[in-house]
Each structure stands twice: as structure tokens, then as C-alpha cells.
């Protein structure tokens, strides 16, 4: 009775109750009784049923012994990591921004940044930083500080145009000490730059620390957003609140005749964002100045405050602080 159907099931049943009553004969040791009559594939059911529950158990048991459990980083309240599906899309630019944006909009919170590409660090040209991390008495490392944000990265360890060629081992054991032997001090939020793709960085850092929510980034294309959304499922897959997508590059607008053109498709990630039941929260223009001051390792939120980029930056982690508010509420 093990392939069971419901229809079958339910079937089984209304025969036991109509024949409950009837009296069938029973061969004992002491002879013929009378007993009722009880359907045996339905007792089989049950016991099949039971072992099943069993074994799920069992599996589920093994598994969690598998699994790191989850501690949090010492000193640091909330976890946001910023991702995407492909490279190319302003996702360290974005991350950069919206930590940035956060201490804008609120000077009381504490922010800081990691840079979790360990192949494609990008936080230190972003944030215009330079050298080796210090370390404590405790043999942690200071995070080095622009713009008041403590940030750490592959890159303050190794020279610019290094390359790292690392196994898959030695790139976790790179995460680990970035996650754990880092001395943040206390933050309210560590923004997370993670590496493109949903491999095995991604899921060490879901793994190993609570995430309070995830940001995908994402131009309108196409392409993009099938990447995108499958970031977006590897973070549902591992339990942690997808807080919603940033529409990057949504629009350009000439700088003479304020002319604007959809360069890679007008709204693609708000029709993602509608499949995935998520919100959108923001779109970022294709604009000139925000590639001319990552170059320069000045970011917009900084270096134009005032200008139209940067307020759509801010917005975003208006949008990001409100969702983490939904979800704790």
C-alpha cells in the first residue's frame, strides 16, 4: 500500500466504516471467532505511513548534522548581502552606495562593508583604500575606514593585479577569516558585496552567519534577469528573506537634450519582481558621473549628495531599512 492514492485511500476507508460492524470469522489458535472486519491494506497503510515519518525524520536529522549552524558576527546586529546572478551589473557599486546611503539618511547607525568576491575584489578601489589591515591584540583584523565605513577585502591582503587562483577550499578558509577574524567593533548593519553566481561562497556565508535579508541587483535585460532570478531562488532555497530587487541602469538620459533612452530594456526587473512576489526597491540611472566617481574611488552618495543619483541611492536603503522593519515586526 506504499503507492497508495488518495482515491484509493479515501475508498479503503469508506469500506472499513460500512463494513465496521460486520462480523467476519477469524482463525485463532482456539478455533473460528467472530471479529470485524478490518480492512489489512488500511493497517498496512498505517505502518507503511509511519516508517515513512520515520526515515524523513531520520534523513532530516542527518542533515542537520551536516550543516554549520549559524553564529552570528561578533558585534554586528544585521547581516544585508547584496548579490546577483552575473558580473557586470553595479552590484559593488550598488552595495558600496547603499551602505553609504544608510548612514545618509540615519548619521546614529553604525555601517560596514565586506567584500566577499574574493577573486574580483572590488570595495577597495570603489572606497579608495589602500594597504594592510592592522591586527589587534587579539589577532583580529582592523578594517580600514573611508568616508566613515569600516570595510575589509581579498584585496587589502594581496596586491592590486594579483591574481588569485585558489581551490575552492582555500577560497572558504578565505571567507571564514573574513566573516570571523575581523574586528568590526559594533555595527547595525555589515553590508555584504558578494561575488556574482550561487556557488560556494554564497552558500558558506548563508550557511554560517544569520542573514537578516538579501538585495538583488539587476539591469533590465533580459539575460541579466534570468540570473537574477535564480540568485534570488538560491537565497529562498536556503531561508533567507529575499528584502527585494534594484532595477541598476534602468535609463539614460542625455546630458544635452534630457532625452531619455531604455538602453537595456524598460522594466524588466519590476516584471521579475512581480514573479517573485518581491519588491522593487529602487531604479538607478545609467549615469556618468556615478561611473566617473567609483573610478575615482568617490562614491555619489558622497561626492553629489545633492544630485539625483545619489538621492536614488538613498531611496533604495530607505526602501531596505523598511523591509528589515517589516520582516523583524
Known sequence: MAHCSYSKFSHLLKLTTANLNKPTLLRTGGGIQHAPQRCKYFIRFHKTSGSERSLQERQKQHMARGLPKQKPIA?????????????????????????????????????????????????????????????????LMRPLMNFGIPCMSMGFLVEDVAPIVWRGLMVMSAIEKLLRQVDWGLLDYLVID?????????????????????????????????DARRG???????????????????????PKCNHQTHIFGADGARALADTLGVQVLGDIPLHLSIREMSDRGQPVVVSSPDSPEAEAYRKVATAVVQRLEELSG
Not at 117 to 138: A, H, I, Q, R
Not at 204 to 220: E, K
Not at 238 to 245: E, R, T
Request: hydrophobic share 40%; glycine share 10%.
Open 194 to 226: 558578494m561575488p556574482p553566481g550561487t556557488g560556494d561562497v554564497q552558500l558558506s556565508i548563508t550557511q554560517n552567519v544569520p542573514i537578516a535579508g538579501a538585495v538583488i541587483v539587476s539591469t533590465p535585460q533580459d539575460i541579466a534577469l534570468l
Open 232 to 254: 534570488a531562488e538560491m537565497f529562498r532555497k536556503v531561508n533567507v528573506p529575499v528584502l527585494g530587487i534594484v532595477q541598476n541602469m534602468s535609463v539614460f538620459q542625455c
Open 75 to 139: 558585534g554586528v546586529k544585521q547581516v544585508i548581502v547584496v548579490a546577483s546572478g552575473k558580473g557586470g551589473v553595479g552590484k559593488s557599486t550598488t552595495a558600496v552606495n547603499l551602505a553609504l546611503g544608510l548612514t545618509a539618511n540615519d548619521p546614529s547607525k553604525t555601517v560596514g562593508i565586506l567584500d566577499a568576491d574574493v577573486y574580483g575584489p572590488s570595495v577597495p578601489k570603489l572606497m579608495s583604500l589602500k594597504g594592510n589591515p592592522e591586527l589587534t591584540d587579539n589577532n
